[in-house]
């Protein structure tokens, strides 16, 4: 078997919908740039977050396009960080001058490129799980903040499991940090005490002390948020290497993540606005498509790429309701419109945040995520009161 | 002879003519850089106008880089460090306490204040007398991960990972951008240029050339280099400073290790000891990464590996430097060297400070001086005093321990025991260059002079301590003491005063060596087997230079000799070591008819007289 | 108590591994590896084509041994040879070959992170406390590292002809001791050895082409204050890595990564030609 060559297989499938699109229409197409961490902590999951944009600008090309004219997809790498976010916008923003920015990022890529981004005046959309309150009038999300997700982990804990001391994990960024201050305040407040809150470096990979200190704190319960993709993955190998079989939740682990994990994953909790098991014609047929696309190089859809998947079409909707990709009318159409897609009907209405239903689950032996309960349209509070919508 | 005065005035008018030549040969590319810096942005499209402006904020840094390696011999990895300080000082200033002129100040004090302080700190730790380069390159390794650790232990205060971004900057156009950034850089090569091409500036090549002889010039080179690395620092702070205020996020990368290969990488491909080169260098470098990234990112990066691994094998010079080497070869080696040897250098004759006195002071002191090896003893129990107008030679087998007694006269931190005073001082544990301004001299056995400098800039050098050199000027004339410029003219140097000194014959090196010492008007002369390889001829010349410095200007001359008729013709006292001690002292007539002195040559121990 | 122990211990022989090939380059040739990064990317990269092809975990070091040796044969003679009495200048060749083999690394695997699962998974129970197999394990890997590369040194006759030109290269070859090709040798055996580390060191970690990067700075510091003794490497490691743990136990992780660089460029300015002798 030879070893993936994702990367190459992106710029041939980029380079492919651009051949698909030249030929249809005498009109320019439609560029959507997508930045997103090829290289770095993030490039366990950019894969899969490529292949569901290529997805949904197939499909959408396939039925016409949008407003007659055809996408294109401008992928290019941030590589997980800030000076390499600086690097792949300036490149999407001035020189390949894209409509539309769609992707999802590290947080510290994405607080590096919204200046760039109000500079360029393109819409983005942020399609990753994030600590919250990152707010620009160019930026809507329509993934999960620590509001909807972090209480269903740690209600859990405390009424299942009966854990009252919790032990903090995390990688020393504004997502890390973001999450896990939500974490604790949020666990201190149903009468939980946090007994220890660690952090490493994004890039660290050398967990040992940490979990040396998490055994001597002796806690009921461990929660963890790094950076998605490697920190996660050399992180659950090292506490299952030290035999460490506390209540493990991870508030930043994907499927596709976990599904990579293999036996190490067992028992980890999370807590998901997607998961692939979900009962829904739309999620069995985008699932189909996928299948269909990829065959033996899908990489697991996850939380962090179906949003992609969807973002594309919220774009398409708003361009068709606005009429127009001028970037004025199509931000103001982004926090009107509704997608239905393999999550639900999904509208970034809520101060260009959007609710979302939420799974908890737990993965099993073989890869997969059980969902232990659901929670419908939960709302993601007052992330951005300042901006009008 | 003309007198002092007359001389230091005769230097200042010969200089002028010399500012004029240099102003065109800077100034005229400077002027013809700023017209292009200013018409950039009505030609340039704003993609390009972007990349160029943190390639030219690079290049700054990139410049110091070329500074402290390719003119002062010190291979650093750590400038990122400083730009990296320099850029978060305007990012934590910025947004901690918003954006105004006073934060701005603010801004910019902190950013040099640490960085004088970290650069004199890694300074003080790299360069201490007897440091290698080798140990100030691990320092400069070990600082950039310093100060990204420390990034990342900052909390919210320095952002960790993700760095500081949102804060508000200067508000100026990309086009403003540009001009400043260009202007910044070409101030710089201005700068650069006319400092390292002034006689301050020779100075660095010179420690770089040969740091010992420095030190024995009475150069304190260890302050030198901290100097330096505090001014480089400073600057790519600096430049830091304008990266970040231009682009607005500070992140951990842009202080990181990585980043100072990459500028080492940049400046050997552009060509180190070129100043343009390496500014070239980091902006073809900085726009085809920006541009080749994303469509044949590891292509690009391979081809700058393989590119910098040849460069650094084969062509040491880089793009600049083999573009030198060429057009060298072109005009015709022979024509460049009747260019330098009839560089506009004129000889000068100093005024004695003082009159030579007539007296016999004691100026050398040794007392029970002893140096051990562990449980070797090389020197042992070795007293006695040497005169003005004397002529002494230390004699004696190999292994008698005659080079460690010179090298615990000239350097304090070499003996084990015993006090040494040189002109009624004691040297304690003064290193040579402080020894030196008591006023001794030493010449090396194997003849210590700057190889790529010329046999003028050699001289001027030995001049340092004396008289200051500018940073500005670059004088033509060579004003020396009388002893030295005697030196000069009868070996012939005069009229080889613009060639280089490793193109030298062995026994012309070991005139200008003589010479350079001479220079710095010692009072006392340390010499180390002078006349090992000379020809005959040229023994005899230099056995009649030394026997004038000791009449005339009552010079006290030590010297290691082997040649026992040699010793007999010139000096006043010999003293026989043997075994680390002292066997005789005393006259030539009685010394050399001692049978002690035969039966320790031919290694007959019969005798153990105790002296 | 005893976790911080086995931390130390486990710390230092990991250290010990990655160093070694460092050590046994600079002691013979007098020339620092900055490609070192590269031949321990090199090694992980044999494990996990080693893991992909299905091959038993034991002979992933093996595979990266053979990988390492050949690569690091290759680059002596076309790149290094040339270098021996230029220390700073090969320290920057040597950094450009690592660009190199970075990228042809990318170019053949990708640029993203991959994955090598352990051979032994568990924890193994010492004086009461489970403690992870795979850590104990580097610990005999050290030391078996520790002896062969002794008795290799000792007990053969090209350690003999090694030992010869460490001590005296001019005096070796008027011996008619071929010391280019004890060079050629040795520099593969180090690379090698490179290799066999991060083959032995994916498992807790993971895969991506700059991997190797993260123990440069710290083999580097290691070797230079070991001069050129494998004994006083391994007491090194044991000290500086021991305070690294306990830096990172008790003060802060970040921190604690900065200990064996801070206090061997300290250890340095004591004694500039390390403590091989004390």
């Given at each position: 078997m030879t070893p993936t060559r994702s990367f190459s297989n992106v710029l041939a499938a980029a380079a492919c919908t651009t051949l698909l699109a030249?030929?249809?229409?005498a009109a320019e197409p439609i560029k959507i740039g997508v930045p997103v961490?090829?290289?770095?902590?993030?490039s366990v999951v950019a894969p899969s977050v490529v292949q569901s944009a290529q997805l949904a600008v197939e499909e959408i090309n396939a039925k016409g396009g949008v407003l007659g004219r055809q996408l294109a997809l401008e992928v290019a790498d941030d590589a997980s960080g800030a000076a390499g976010a600086q690097k792949a916008f300036d490149s999407l923003v001035?020189?390949?001058?894209?409509?539309v920015l769609i992707s999802m990022e590290t947080s510290a890529a994405r607080n590096a490129a919204l200046p760039i981004v109000a500079r360029g005046k393109v819409p983005y959309i942020y399609t990753s799980f994030y600590?919250?309150?990152?707010?620009?009038?160019?930026m809507y999300v329509n993934a999960w903040v620590p509001e909807q997700q972090v209480p269903p982990i740690v209600d859990y804990f405390n009424k299942?499991?009966?854990?009252?001391k919790f032990f903090l994990i995390g990688s020393d960024y504004a997502f890390g940090r973001g999450m896990l201050a939500f974490t604790k305040a949020y666990i201190e407040k149903t009468g939980g005490k946090v007994v220890g809150e660690e952090y490493l470096p994004m890039?660290?990979?050398?967990w040992t002390s940490i979990i040396s200190k998490l055994k001597s704190a002796a806690p009921d319960a461990l929660i963890t948020s790094t950076a998605g993709g490697a920190p996660n993955v050399t992180l659950t190998k090292q506490l299952r290497a030290a035999g460490v079989a506390l209540p493990y939740g991870n508030l930043a682990v994907d499927e596709g993540t976990a599904k990579g994990m293999g036996t190490d994953a067992e028992g980890i909790y999370l807590s998901a606005?997607?998961?692939?098991?979900?009962?829904?014609a739309a999620n069995k047929s985008f699932l189909d498509a996928m299948q269909k696309k990829f065959g033996a190089e899908l990489k697991t859809p996850n939380d962090l790429s179906v949003p992609e998947y969807e973002a594309v079409y919220a774009y398409k909707a708003a361009a068709e309701k606005a009429s127009s990709t001028d970037e004025a009318k199509v931000l103001k159409a982004l926090g009107e419109v509704s997608v239905e897609g393999p999550r639900g009907k999904i509208e970034m209405s809520k101060q260009h945040h959007a609710p979302l239903t939420m799974y908890l689950g737990q993965v099993q032996a073989d890869g997969s995520v059980k969902v232990i309960k659901s929670f419908l349209n939960v709302d993601p509070d007052a992330q951005c009161p300042n901006l009008k919508s | 002879m003309p007198d002092r005065e007359s001389a230091l005035r005769s230097t200042a008018l010969a200089s002028l003519p010399s500012v004029p030549r240099r102003l065109v040969r800077v100034g005229l590319p400077a002027i013809v850089a700023m017209v292009l810096v200013i018409a950039g942005p009505w030609v340039l499209d704003t993609y390009t106008l972007n990349i160029l402006v943190r390639a030219l904020f690079v290049a700054i840094t990139a410049i110091t880089v070329d500074v402290l390696w390719?003119?002062?011999?010190t291979l650093t990895f750590g400038q990122s460090a400083f730009f990296g300080i320099g850029a978060y000082a305007l990012a934590i200033v910025f947004t901690q306490f918003g954006f105004g002129p006073w934060q701005a100040l603010l801004a910019l004090a902190a950013a040099i204040a640490v960085t004088a302080a970290v650069a004199g700190f890694v300074g003080w730790l790299s360069f201490y007398?007897?440091?290698t380069p080798l140990y100030a390159s691990v320092i400069s390794l070990v600082l950039p991960i310093v100060v990204v650790q420390l990034l990342y232990s900052g909390?919210?205060?320095?952002?960790?990972?993700?760095?500081?971004?949102g804060f508000e900057s200067f508000d100026l156009s990309l086009e403003a951008w540009f001009r400043l950034a260009g202007a910044a850089v070409v101030a710089t090569l201005v700068v650069a240029s006319v400092a390292l091409s002034s006689d301050a500036g020779r100075v660095l090549s010179a420690m770089r050339d040969n740091d010992e002889r420095c030190s024995y010039l009475g150069i304190d080179t260890s302050l030198v280099r901290i100097s330096l690395t505090v001014v480089a620092g400073a600057v790519a702070a600096l430049s830091g400073f304008g990266y970040v205020a231009f682009s607005g996020v500070a992140a951990p990368e842009n202080a990181g290790f990585v980043f100072g290969t990459q500028l080492v990488v940049m400046v050997a491909l552009g060509g180190r000891g070129s100043l343009i080169g390496a500014v070239v260098g980091a902006v073809v470098i900085e726009v085809a990464s920006a541009y080749?990234?994303?469509?044949?990112p590891f292509v690009w990066e391979l081809i700058v590996g393989v590119a910098f691994v040849l460069v650094i094998v084969?062509?040491?010079?880089g793009l600049f430097g083999s573009l030198r080497d060429a057009t060298s070869a072109l005009r015709g080696r022979s024509a460049v060297a009747a260019a330098r040897a009839n560089s506009q250098v004129t000889l000068a004759t100093l005024e004695r400070?003082?009159?030579?006195?007539d007296r016999d002071d004691v100026v050398v002191e040794a007392d029970g001086v002893s140096r051990h090896f562990g449980s070797l003893?090389?020197?042992?129990?070795v007293s006695f005093k040497a005169r003005q107008g004397e002529l002494v030679s230390i004699v004696g087998p190999n292994g008698a321990g005659k080079t460690t007694l010179i090298r615990c006269l000239a350097d304090?931190?070499?003996?084990?025991?015993g006090t040494v005073r040189i002109a009624s001082h004691?040297?304690?544990?003064?290193?040579p260059d402080r020894i030196v301004g008591l006023g001794l001299g030493r010449k090396f056995q194997?003849?210590?002079?700057?190889?790529?400098?010329s046999v003028a800039d050699c001289l001027r050098i030995a001049r340092t301590k004396s008289d200051p050199p500018s940073l500005l000027r670059a004088s033509s004339v060579l004003a020396l003491p009388a002893a030295a410029r005697a030196v000069v003219e009868s070996s012939g140097l005069a009229e080889r005063?613009?060639?280089?000194?490793?193109?030298?014959?062995h026994g012309l090196k070991q005139a200008l060596e003589l010479a350079m010492v001479l220079a710095l008007e010692p009072r006392v002369l340390l010499l180390d087997e002078?006349?090992?390889?000379?020809?005959r001829a040229e023994r005899q010349g230099f056995a009649g230079v030394l026997t004038d410095l000791v009449a005339r200007e009552r010079l006290c001359v030590l010297i290691i000799e082997h040649d026992l008729d040699f010793v007999r013709q010139i000096s006043s006292r010999i003293i026989l070591l043997h075994q680390g001690r002292v066997a005789l002292d005393g006259p030539v007539a009685d010394v050399v008819d001692d049978p002690l002195i035969r039966e320790i040559y031919t290694g007959n121990n019969r005798s153990n007289k105790a002296m | 108590m005893i976790t911080l122990a086995l931390d130390i211990v486990t710390t230092a022989a990991i250290l010990f591994i990655v160093s070694a090939g460092l050590l046994i380059v600079f002691g013979v040739?007098?020339?620092?590896?900055?490609?070192h990064a590269s031949f321990i990317t090199v090694g992980a990269y044999a494990a996990l084509v080693a893991s992909r092809l299905g091959?038993?975990?034991?002979?992933a070091p093996a595979l990266a041994f053979l990988a390492g040796g050949l690569i690091g044969a290759a680059a002596e003679r076309v790149?290094?040879?040339?270098?021996?009495?230029r220390p700073l200048d090969a320290i920057l060749a040597t950094w450009g070959l690592s660009i190199v083999m970075g990228q042809l690394v990318t170019l053949a695997f990708g640029r993203e992170v991959q994955f090598v699962p352990a051979p032994i998974s568990g924890t193994v129970m010492i004086l009461g406390e489970g403690y992870s197999g795979y850590r104990l394990l580097m610990v005999g890997a050290a030391i078996a590292i520790a002896v062969l590369f002794t008795g290799l040194l000792n007990g053969t006759r090209l350690g003999l002809s090694t030992r010869a030109v460490i001590m005296n290269e001019t005096l070796a070859q008027g011996l008619g001791i071929d010391s280019a090709r004890v060079r050629l040798i040795t520099f593969g055996i180090g690379c090698g050895l490179a290799a066999i580390a991060g083959a032995l060191i994916t498992p807790l970690a993971s895969v991506d082409p700059n991997m190797g990067l993260s123990w440069l700075i710290g083999a580097f510091m290691l070797v230079m204050i070991s001069g050129g003794s494998l004994l006083t490497l391994g007491l090194s490691c044991f000290v500086l890595g021991g305070l690294q743990v306990l830096a990172s136990t008790f003060i802060s992780p970040i921190l604690g990564g900065l200990t064996i660089a801070v206090l061997a460029a300290v250890a340095l300015r004591l004694r500039p030609e390390g403590f091989a002798r004390a």
């Amino acid at each position: 078997m030879t070893p993936t060559r994702s990367f190459s297989n992106v710029l041939a499938a980029a380079a492919c919908t651009t051949l698909l699109a030249a030929p249809a229409l005498a009109a320019e197409p439609i560029k959507i740039g997508v930045p997103v961490g090829l290289s770095g902590a993030n490039s366990v999951v950019a894969p899969s977050v490529v292949q569901s944009a290529q997805l949904a600008v197939e499909e959408i090309n396939a039925k016409g396009g949008v407003l007659g004219r055809q996408l294109a997809l401008e992928v290019a790498d941030d590589a997980s960080g800030a000076a390499g976010a600086q690097k792949a916008f300036d490149s999407l923003v001035f020189q390949k001058k894209v409509d539309v920015l769609i992707s999802m990022e590290t947080s510290a890529a994405r607080n590096a490129a919204l200046p760039i981004v109000a500079r360029g005046k393109v819409p983005y959309i942020y399609t990753s799980f994030y600590e919250g309150k990152s707010c620009s009038p160019f930026m809507y999300v329509n993934a999960w903040v620590p509001e909807q997700q972090v209480p269903p982990i740690v209600d859990y804990f405390n009424k299942e499991k009966g854990a009252k001391k919790f032990f903090l994990i995390g990688s020393d960024y504004a997502f890390g940090r973001g999450m896990l201050a939500f974490t604790k305040a949020y666990i201190e407040k149903t009468g939980g005490k946090v007994v220890g809150e660690e952090y490493l470096p994004m890039d660290g990979s050398d967990w040992t002390s940490i979990i040396s200190k998490l055994k001597s704190a002796a806690p009921d319960a461990l929660i963890t948020s790094t950076a998605g993709g490697a920190p996660n993955v050399t992180l659950t190998k090292q506490l299952r290497a030290a035999g460490v079989a506390l209540p493990y939740g991870n508030l930043a682990v994907d499927e596709g993540t976990a599904k990579g994990m293999g036996t190490d994953a067992e028992g980890i909790y999370l807590s998901a606005s997607y998961v692939t098991g979900i009962d829904s014609a739309a999620n069995k047929s985008f699932l189909d498509a996928m299948q269909k696309k990829f065959g033996a190089e899908l990489k697991t859809p996850n939380d962090l790429s179906v949003p992609e998947y969807e973002a594309v079409y919220a774009y398409k909707a708003a361009a068709e309701k606005a009429s127009s990709t001028d970037e004025a009318k199509v931000l103001k159409a982004l926090g009107e419109v509704s997608v239905e897609g393999p999550r639900g009907k999904i509208e970034m209405s809520k101060q260009h945040h959007a609710p979302l239903t939420m799974y908890l689950g737990q993965v099993q032996a073989d890869g997969s995520v059980k969902v232990i309960k659901s929670f419908l349209n939960v709302d993601p509070d007052a992330q951005c009161p300042n901006l009008k919508s | 002879m003309p007198d002092r005065e007359s001389a230091l005035r005769s230097t200042a008018l010969a200089s002028l003519p010399s500012v004029p030549r240099r102003l065109v040969r800077v100034g005229l590319p400077a002027i013809v850089a700023m017209v292009l810096v200013i018409a950039g942005p009505w030609v340039l499209d704003t993609y390009t106008l972007n990349i160029l402006v943190r390639a030219l904020f690079v290049a700054i840094t990139a410049i110091t880089v070329d500074v402290l390696w390719g003119f002062s011999g010190t291979l650093t990895f750590g400038q990122s460090a400083f730009f990296g300080i320099g850029a978060y000082a305007l990012a934590i200033v910025f947004t901690q306490f918003g954006f105004g002129p006073w934060q701005a100040l603010l801004a910019l004090a902190a950013a040099i204040a640490v960085t004088a302080a970290v650069a004199g700190f890694v300074g003080w730790l790299s360069f201490y007398p007897g440091s290698t380069p080798l140990y100030a390159s691990v320092i400069s390794l070990v600082l950039p991960i310093v100060v990204v650790q420390l990034l990342y232990s900052g909390g919210s205060f320095t952002g960790s990972s993700s760095g500081l971004v949102g804060f508000e900057s200067f508000d100026l156009s990309l086009e403003a951008w540009f001009r400043l950034a260009g202007a910044a850089v070409v101030a710089t090569l201005v700068v650069a240029s006319v400092a390292l091409s002034s006689d301050a500036g020779r100075v660095l090549s010179a420690m770089r050339d040969n740091d010992e002889r420095c030190s024995y010039l009475g150069i304190d080179t260890s302050l030198v280099r901290i100097s330096l690395t505090v001014v480089a620092g400073a600057v790519a702070a600096l430049s830091g400073f304008g990266y970040v205020a231009f682009s607005g996020v500070a992140a951990p990368e842009n202080a990181g290790f990585v980043f100072g290969t990459q500028l080492v990488v940049m400046v050997a491909l552009g060509g180190r000891g070129s100043l343009i080169g390496a500014v070239v260098g980091a902006v073809v470098i900085e726009v085809a990464s920006a541009y080749l990234s994303s469509s044949l990112p590891f292509v690009w990066e391979l081809i700058v590996g393989v590119a910098f691994v040849l460069v650094i094998v084969v062509l040491p010079g880089g793009l600049f430097g083999s573009l030198r080497d060429a057009t060298s070869a072109l005009r015709g080696r022979s024509a460049v060297a009747a260019a330098r040897a009839n560089s506009q250098v004129t000889l000068a004759t100093l005024e004695r400070a003082a009159a030579a006195p007539d007296r016999d002071d004691v100026v050398v002191e040794a007392d029970g001086v002893s140096r051990h090896f562990g449980s070797l003893s090389v020197l042992s129990g070795v007293s006695f005093k040497a005169r003005q107008g004397e002529l002494v030679s230390i004699v004696g087998p190999n292994g008698a321990g005659k080079t460690t007694l010179i090298r615990c006269l000239a350097d304090g931190r070499e003996r084990s025991e015993g006090t040494v005073r040189i002109a009624s001082h004691t040297i304690a544990r003064l290193p040579p260059d402080r020894i030196v301004g008591l006023g001794l001299g030493r010449k090396f056995q194997a003849a210590s002079v700057f190889e790529t400098l010329s046999v003028a800039d050699c001289l001027r050098i030995a001049r340092t301590k004396s008289d200051p050199p500018s940073l500005l000027r670059a004088s033509s004339v060579l004003a020396l003491p009388a002893a030295a410029r005697a030196v000069v003219e009868s070996s012939g140097l005069a009229e080889r005063l613009g060639e280089e000194a490793r193109f030298l014959s062995h026994g012309l090196k070991q005139a200008l060596e003589l010479a350079m010492v001479l220079a710095l008007e010692p009072r006392v002369l340390l010499l180390d087997e002078p006349t090992a390889g000379l020809t005959r001829a040229e023994r005899q010349g230099f056995a009649g230079v030394l026997t004038d410095l000791v009449a005339r200007e009552r010079l006290c001359v030590l010297i290691i000799e082997h040649d026992l008729d040699f010793v007999r013709q010139i000096s006043s006292r010999i003293i026989l070591l043997h075994q680390g001690r002292v066997a005789l002292d005393g006259p030539v007539a009685d010394v050399v008819d001692d049978p002690l002195i035969r039966e320790i040559y031919t290694g007959n121990n019969r005798s153990n007289k105790a002296m | 108590m005893i976790t911080l122990a086995l931390d130390i211990v486990t710390t230092a022989a990991i250290l010990f591994i990655v160093s070694a090939g460092l050590l046994i380059v600079f002691g013979v040739m007098k020339i620092i590896n900055f490609a070192h990064a590269s031949f321990i990317t090199v090694g992980a990269y044999a494990a996990l084509v080693a893991s992909r092809l299905g091959l038993p975990p034991v002979l992933a070091p093996a595979l990266a041994f053979l990988a390492g040796g050949l690569i690091g044969a290759a680059a002596e003679r076309v790149v290094v040879r040339r270098l021996y009495g230029r220390p700073l200048d090969a320290i920057l060749a040597t950094w450009g070959l690592s660009i190199v083999m970075g990228q042809l690394v990318t170019l053949a695997f990708g640029r993203e992170v991959q994955f090598v699962p352990a051979p032994i998974s568990g924890t193994v129970m010492i004086l009461g406390e489970g403690y992870s197999g795979y850590r104990l394990l580097m610990v005999g890997a050290a030391i078996a590292i520790a002896v062969l590369f002794t008795g290799l040194l000792n007990g053969t006759r090209l350690g003999l002809s090694t030992r010869a030109v460490i001590m005296n290269e001019t005096l070796a070859q008027g011996l008619g001791i071929d010391s280019a090709r004890v060079r050629l040798i040795t520099f593969g055996i180090g690379c090698g050895l490179a290799a066999i580390a991060g083959a032995l060191i994916t498992p807790l970690a993971s895969v991506d082409p700059n991997m190797g990067l993260s123990w440069l700075i710290g083999a580097f510091m290691l070797v230079m204050i070991s001069g050129g003794s494998l004994l006083t490497l391994g007491l090194s490691c044991f000290v500086l890595g021991g305070l690294q743990v306990l830096a990172s136990t008790f003060i802060s992780p970040i921190l604690g990564g900065l200990t064996i660089a801070v206090l061997a460029a300290v250890a340095l300015r004591l004694r500039p030609e390390g403590f091989a002798r004390a």
